[in-house]
């Protein structure tokens, strides 16, 4: 994955970055648009009025549904590039190291003591919660197992990773073989990945956290195309890499375990859309992370939309749906453009 | 034995001196619900039914089951599938239960009786207005029963319209504007994951949306999903139940009973 350098032109980021931002708003306005309910963005012009229902599905129901996809699929679209650069490996995504097990052990042990509550408002973020307070252990936990001397070497963090993620899974299995059959149902539906229903302050809150930590991997955005090059070359270069390591590492980490706390695990996404992303624009990460955020968000509100729609009203589970477009989608790039990719 | 439903239908008959071992998923009868666990109805234990040293399993038609059923019957141990998921199956199986035992009358006489305890539901109900109602199941993911789900049936029975009937399958995925839209009249939620307190008659998650009708006439009801989502030999009960839940005038109002954790009496009923 080595960059081959090309002057990035402030006309090109502005181009690039105005087309994708503008295929995202169109992604939410069609997200916001069709439903199973029969009410659509048109009805807000002048001269319809809407009744109770009708503002409800769009402003309570779609509205909240889309803005939370389009956070996720950018949050594990970032996540997913910085730990492919920080691990120097295409095939790393967001769950690779350890923390969405992490994420997912306490979402599930939360569903397992009950202390997910049907009444609605500050109860039912109890479980995200739990799950968030997961993924801040396991983070802790890898960082110091994967710490030697005061330096986070990069094979033991992924090692760690992917033996607690291992470890989670056995953990995880144990619950389900003791859980009855309701909160099995439960368990199966959380760890399967789905766009969350969340109230407007969860989403702001949400909200504000993905974007910080996105902006923070942004601004590293030099610091990768150094890293690119491998720990040494980038230290020649002058990148402090101990710090631009364990930053990575922690920030990717925090976007991957809040967006599996409240999405859990939507696959698929934060693997195969950073590379899709290369392939259309090219590896310099000073466009490719604001890239990764606003493309990653498209993919899933339009992944979540055909979910709703196929089938509609009954829907399908998200993950399915984003694997079902974005495998073919893949493929298709990789044959027609994987010369310029340079595989 | 191995499912909760043939457990009540052995209740029923008379049977249960004779049970060794249960299921993994319950409820069960008081008197049997300290026996050893044989596994669950997906995966029954072999090494757990030969140490009992049972001579005959009876479990659910699961198809994840079947190896497991063959390789018993291998050893000698028979196997009885019976279809307890289904409301024609409940029927079909305490038949073949009444002639397996030699309990052919008894066998009749109850399912005569949860037959016209059912068509008794069915004529109170056949003139009343069709009330919209939707069953949940699971949420967030919101999960409901849909056509071909014996909850349907029930509704149907009971003076209801599902309005989840457009759904492909039984138990499906659903989208909640297509729920809002409907505007149900009665909300029947089973998705409280065994927390006790929370069910009864109450608004929960629902009184957010103040237009449905269902929240607007207080007719939001948190129920113990054993109470009417299993199958089986308490059928009429559920029948009743749902009665209550859609037309309380003509029923009666449902009671504490009705929200409480479904325990099972001996003869396997649920009072």
Same mark, same amino acid.
Request: aromatic share 14%.
């Given at each position: 994955m080595a960059l081959r350098d090309r002057p990035l032109s402030a006309n090109r980021v502005a181009i690039i970055t105005l087309w994708l931002l503008t295929a995202l708003v169109i992604c939410l306005c069609l997200g916001i648009s069709f439903g199973a309910g029969h009410v659509a963005l048109t009805d807000l012009l002048p001269g319809n009025s809407l009744n109770s229902v009708e503002r409800a599905i769009l402003y309570e129901v779609r509205l909240p549904r889309v803005l939370i996809a389009g956070l996720l699929g950018g949050a594990l679209t970032v996540a997913g590039v910085v730990f492919q650069a920080l691990l120097r490996n295409p095939l790393a995504d967001p769950y690779v190291l350890g923390v969405s097990g992490g994420a997912s052990i306490g979402g599930v042990v939360a569903i397992t003591l009950g202390l997910?509550?049907?009444?609605?408002?500050?109860?039912?973020?109890i479980v995200p919660a739990c799950a968030f307070l997961g993924a801040l252990g396991t983070l802790l936990l890898i960082e110091m197992i994967a710490t030697v001397d005061g330096r986070l070497t990069v094979y033991t963090v992924l090692l760690t990773g992917v033996i607690f993620n291992a470890f989670a899974a056995a953990l995880i299995y144990f619950i389900q073989s003791i859980a009855s059959l309701q909160q099995l149902h439960e368990i199966v539906f959380y760890l399967m990945g789905r766009i969350p229903s969340l109230g407007h302050e969860a989403l702001g809150v949400f909200a504000i956290a993905i974007l910080l930590g996105t902006g923070a991997l942004v601004a590293m955005s030099r610091d990768y195309n150094a890293l690119s090059l491998g720990e040494e070359g980038a230290m020649h270069l002058g990148v402090d890499v101990e710090r631009v390591k364990r930053r990575t590492f922690i920030l990717g980490s925090l976007l991957t375990g809040l967006s599996v706390a409240m999405g859990?695990?939507?696959?698929?996404v934060g693997l195969v859309v950073p590379h899709m992303l290369r392939m259309m624009i090219g590896p310099d990460h000073r466009i490719l992370l604001p890239a990764a955020f606003l493309g990653g968000g498209a993919f899933l509100v339009l992944a979540d939309l055909f979910a709703r729609l196929v089938l509609a009203p009954n829907e399908l589970p998200v993950g399915v749906v984003t694997a079902l477009i974005g495998g073919p989608f893949f493929l298709y790039l990789l044959r027609t453009r994987s010369r310029i990719y340079g595989i | 034995m191995l499912s909760p439903a043939i457990g009540e239908m052995l209740g029923a008959l008379g049977?249960?001196?004779?049970?060794v071992g249960i299921g993994q998923f319950g409820p069960w009868p008081g008197t049997i619900a300290r026996l050893p666990v044989v596994g669950g109805y997906n995966d029954p234990n072999i090494e757990q039914v030969l140490t009992l040293d049972a001579d005959l399993v009876l479990n659910a038609d699961s198809q994840a089951a079947m190896s497991a059923h063959r390789r018993l019957r291998a050893m000698g141990i028979e196997v009885m599938a019976l279809d307890s998921a289904t409301y024609e199956g409940v029927f079909r199986s305490l038949k073949i239960l009444g002639e397996k035992f030699d309990r052919r009358t008894a066998a009749e006489r109850i399912t005569a009786r949860i037959r016209g305890q059912i068509a008794e539901v069915g004529r109170l109900a056949k003139h009343l207005d069709k009330k919209r109602v939707v069953f949940v199941v699971?949420?967030?993911p919101i999960y409901v029963a849909g056509p071909g789900s014996h909850v349907d049936r029930l509704i149907r029975l009971a003076g209801g319209e599902n309005v989840? +009937?457009?759904?492909?399958?039984?138990?499906r995925q659903i989208s909640l504007e297509a729920i809002l839209e409907r505007r149900p009249e009665v909300i029947i939620d089973s998705s409280d994951n065994g927390r006790d307190a929370l069910r009864g008659r109450h608004h929960g998650a629902? +009184?957010?949306?103040?237009?449905?009708p269902a929240v607007r006439d207080n007719r939001v009801y948190w129920i113990d999903p054993s109470q009417l989502v299993i199958p089986g030999i308490r059928l009429a009960h559920m029948a009743r139940l749902m009665g209550k839940l859609i037309h309380p005038k003509v029923f009666g109002e449902p009671d504490a009973q009705d929200f409480e954790k479904l325990t099972i009496a001996d003869d396997g009923t649920s009072r």
């Open positions: 997910g509550t049907v009444a609605g408002g500050l109860g039912s973020m859990g695990l939507i696959g698929f | 049977l249960l001196d004779r049970v699971g949420r967030d989840a +009937g457009d759904m492909i399958a039984p138990y629902w +009184g957010q949306w103040l237009f449905l």
